[in-house]
């Protein structure tokens, strides 16, 4: 099974921006819809962003449009969330996940079997 790890969180400031990684290891990046999901103390996690297996198809939630863009190098074995005009409501703990499915299309938002560790990202005001 794939095994994902993030990196890249830290701290900035409002309106700056940051960009995380997600390397897959045990498996093959091509074979999983990508996701990006974060929390913030005292919430429930959250869906932010994902991309089909293919990269062809991605979906956002209406709090990141249009700032964050999510991105995948399967050769890499790697995927990417770069994030602008980073808002202190963006702080959170951020999470790859991955699942065996959505060739074509983004998977349903909160179907994902694989989990990162999380990297906390903080944004100051």
């Known amino acids: 099974q794939v095994q994902l790890v993030e990196s890249g969180g830290g701290l900035v400031q409002a309106g700056d921006s940051l960009s995380l990684s997600c390397a897959a290891s045990?498996?093959?990046?091509?074979?999983?819809?990508m996701g990006w999901f974060r929390q913030a103390p005292g919430k429930e996690r959250e869906f932010v962003v994902a991309?089909?297996?293919?990269?062809?198809?991605?979906d956002s939630a209406d709090s990141v449009k249009g700032r964050f863009t999510i991105s995948r190098d399967n050769a890499k074995n790697t995927v990417y969330l770069q994030m602008n005009s980073l808002k202190p409501e963006d702080t959170a703990v951020y999470y790859c996940?991955?699942?065996?499915?959505?060739?074509?299309?983004?998977?349903?938002?909160?179907?994902?079997?694989?989990w990162g560790q999380g990297t906390q990202v903080t944004v100051s005001s």
């Open positions: 996940a991955a699942v065996a499915r959505g060739y074509y299309s983004v998977p349903p938002r909160y179907e994902y079997d694989y």
């Open positions: 045990g498996g093959t990046l091509g074979n999983y819809a």
């Open positions: 991309v089909s297996r293919s990269g062809h198809s991605t």
